[in-house]
C-alpha cells in the first residue's frame, strides 16, 4: 500500500459505481432515456452493471411516469431489477411534503440492501439566470427527529443508512446519531455538490467535506449537472466512489445526451481505469460496506 492512502482516501481501493436511474422529477420530455414501467427499470439496471455499477438507486415511479411512495410499486420495481441483475438495491427515502410513515413503509416491507436518509433541512431550489427566475423552490424538511425515526426504520430492516449530504453540516449532522448508537460503522456517506440551496459544486469543497467524514467511512460524490464529470474526477482521484445516473445529469459530454443510464456509467468506469484504479465489483462492494440484503 501507498504511504499516501489515509482511511478515507484510499485510492488503490476499487472504485464503487452507484448508479441512479430516474430521479423523481425529470420526465422523457426532458430525457427519453428515463425509465417508467417495472420492466424499463430492469433493463436500464441491467445496462447500467453490465457497464460497471454495483448498485442502482431507485426512485418508484407508476408505469405513467408519475413519482410514486407506494410498497407495490417499490416491489414491482425491485422485482424487475433483480431478474435482470444481481446489483445492489438502493431505495430512496427523500421527499417533501408526504409523512414518515410513507417515506418508510417500503423499507419496512422490502428491506433493501441500502436505503439513502436524508441528513438534514436545506432550501432546495433551481434558479433560471437567462430568465432571472426560480424555476421551483422548495423548503426540503429533514429534522434530526425524523432522521432518527427512519434510522430506526433502517435498523430494523438491516438497511444499510447511505447518507445524503448536502452540505458540510449535513456532514456534522450525522455524529450525534453516531454517538448515540443508530449509526454503526463502516459508515456511507454520499456527498451532493451542486444543488442550489447546498454546497457549491467546486473540488476544494468536496476535498472540505471529506476531511470532516469520520474513520472507516465509504464515501461517493453526487455531482449535479453539468458540474458531474469535473465531481467524479476529483472523487476518484481523492481515493473516493461515484454515482452517476439519468436522475443527476443526462449528458456524457456537452451537448451530447445520453441514450441510457448505461452510457453514463460506462464513462465513469473509463475514468476510473483512467486514474489506474479498478472498478468495484457487487461483491466487493457488499463485503465491504457489510450489507445483509439485495
Known sequence: MSLWTKDNQDYERPCMITCALSGVVANRAQCPGIPYTPEEYGAEAKRAWEAGAAAVHIHARRPDGTPSYDVEDYRNIRAAVLAACPIIINF???????????????????????????????NFAKYNPRKKAFVFEHVFSNPFSEIAEILRVMN???????????????????????????LRPPFQYSLILGVLGGIPPTVPNLVRMVEQLPPHSDWEVIGISDDQWRLVAAA??????????????????????????????EKA??????????????????????????
Open 92 to 122: 430512496s427515502t427523500g421527499a417533501i411534503g408526504i409523512t414518515t410513515e410513507m417515506k418508510t413503509a417500503h423499507i419496512r416491507a422490502l428491506r433493501p440492501a441500502v436505503a439513502a436518509l436524508n441528513m438534514g433541512s436545506m
Open 269 to 294: 468506469a473509463r475514468m476510473v481505469r483512467d486514474q489506474g484504479r479498478e472498478v468495484a465489483t457487487v461483491e466487493q462492494c457488499r463485503e465491504r460496506l457489510e450489507l445483509v440484503h439485495a
Open 236 to 265: 476518484i482521484g481523492l481515493g473516493g466512489n461515484v454515482r452517476v445516473g439519468l436522475e443527476d445529469n443526462f449528458y456524457v459530454a456537452p451537448g451530447v445526451m445520453a441514450r441510457s443510464n448505461g452510457e453514463l456509467v
Open 156 to 182: 430494523e430492516a438491516q438497511s444499510k443508512p447511505e447518507m445524503e449530504c448536502f452540505d458540510l453540516g449535513h456532514v456534522a449532522n450525522s455524529f450525534p446519531l453516531i454517538d448515540q448508537g443508530l
